[in-house]
């Protein structure tokens, strides 16, 4: 007999995180209701024999170098489930999850929503030792997502196999955006996107200082350049267009001679004001949490342009100039 969830869990390099995501998965499946299928992006470091030692509970595929979005659809080539669950490496359900989602589900049928219609999940929590950065980053992403919208971090996301299809998988194209894509399409297609907090799950692998943040959203934001026709209804490319706007503000004003000591003070409130402004609106007007607020939020701002300019970039210079650079 099928199973009725498919787990898909794609890793690279997640000897430290994986064990725990898998035995997170098969603690709670009393029933053998769940089929779990990882996908290896080539790891080098323990990750397989970790996987190893799970025995044949675990379907263990391997495809290296490719997009994380390809690696998710490789997945589902394997997958008998109809309902389809994308779960991170780094990422650990909890121990109710699989009997939350199904009574999610079944109080949604009971609600007149075609599940099979439905892109869901939720936004991951942190472990309870975590860093400043990701407390006061989840916590205003739990203020965002009380306000509805949005779409469903392919992380822990959950979609019905026919819906899935229709959409045609992740693009795999994308080297990342690949998850807000799926639920721009799954829209269109008379999808529907909601986020159901009570489907718990820890992320695990969240960057614990400013410069592992940056990176992360650094890479992120190289799945803007999809955005570029239409910058406007993207926040992250604004931000980024915004910065490099008052790097070139900066920059002229120095040209035309305009002193430093003059400058460089209106550039900065220009970026710091409005998103300490922001930062007090998420925080509720918390101000310590709202100073702290503001720095990620410089951080991630600097990320985005840095993906920005990268971007840009790729689209200059030569191919081949771009992958050896001398």
């Known amino acids: 007999m099928d199973k009725i969830v498919s787990v898909v869990v794609?890793?690279?390099?997640?000897?430290?995180?994986?064990?725990?995501?898998?035995?997170?998965?098969?603690?709670?499946?009393?029933?053998?209701?769940?089929?779990i299928i990882?996908?290896?992006?080539?790891?080098?470091?323990?990750?397989?024999?970790?996987?190893?030692?799970?025995?044949?509970?675990?379907?263990?595929?391997?495809?290296?170098?490719?997009?994380?979005?390809?690696?998710?659809?490789y997945g589902v080539r394997y997958a008998s489930g109809n309902l389809l669950a994308f779960i991170d490496g780094d990422v650990e359900v909890a121990n109710d999850w699989l009997k939350t989602l199904l009574a999610a589900l079944d109080r949604e049928a009971r609600a007149g929503i075609d599940v099979s219609k439905l892109v869901t999940g939720s936004t991951c929590t942190i472990p309870e030792v975590s860093s400043w950065i990701e407390r006061v980053w989840f916590a205003q992403l739990a203020a965002r997502d009380s306000k509805g919208g949005g779409y469903v971090n392919s992380g822990h996301l959950i979609v019905h196999r026919k819906l899935f299809e229709a959409v045609g998988g992740f693009s795999p194209s994308l080297q990342t955006g690949e998850?807000?894509?799926?639920?721009?399409?799954?829209?269109?297609?008379?999808?529907?996107?909601?986020?159901?907090?009570?489907?718990?799950?820890?992320?695990?692998?969240?960057?614990?200082?400013?410069?592992?943040?940056?990176?992360?959203?650094r890479w992120h934001g190289l799945g803007m350049e999809k955005h570029l026709g239409e910058p406007w209804r993207y926040r992250d490319l604004m931000l980024g267009f915004y910065y490099w706007a008052l790097m070139f503000l900066l920059s002229a004003s120095v040209f035309a001679g305009v002193p430093l000591g003059w400058s460089l003070p209106l550039v900065a409130a220009c970026l710091v004001f409005p998103l300490?402004?922001?930062?007090?609106?998420?925080?509720?007007?918390?101000?310590?949490?709202a100073t702290q607020l503001t720095v990620i939020f410089l951080v991630y701002g600097a990320a985005k342009a840095v993906a920005l300019g990268e971007i840009f970039m790729r689209r200059i210079l030569p191919a081949q100039m771009w992958k050896n650079p001398t």
């Open 10 to 35: 794609p890793c690279k390099n997640e000897e430290n995180n994986i064990k725990n995501c898998l035995s997170a998965i098969i603690r709670q499946d009393k029933s053998n209701l769940i089929e």
């Open 38 to 73: 990882v996908v290896d992006n080539g790891s080098e470091d323990g990750t397989m024999e970790i996987l190893k030692g799970f025995g044949p509970e675990v379907k263990v595929l391997s495809i290296p170098e490719v997009s994380i979005a390809h690696v998710r659809n």
């Open 179 to 217: 998850d807000e894509a799926f639920c721009e399409e799954a829209s269109r297609r008379g999808g529907i996107v909601r986020k159901l907090p009570e489907i718990r799950a820890i992320h695990h692998g969240y960057p614990k200082t400013l410069r592992g943040f940056f990176l992360r959203e």
């Open 276 to 289: 300490a402004v922001f930062s007090l609106f998420r925080t509720n007007g918390m101000i310590f949490v």
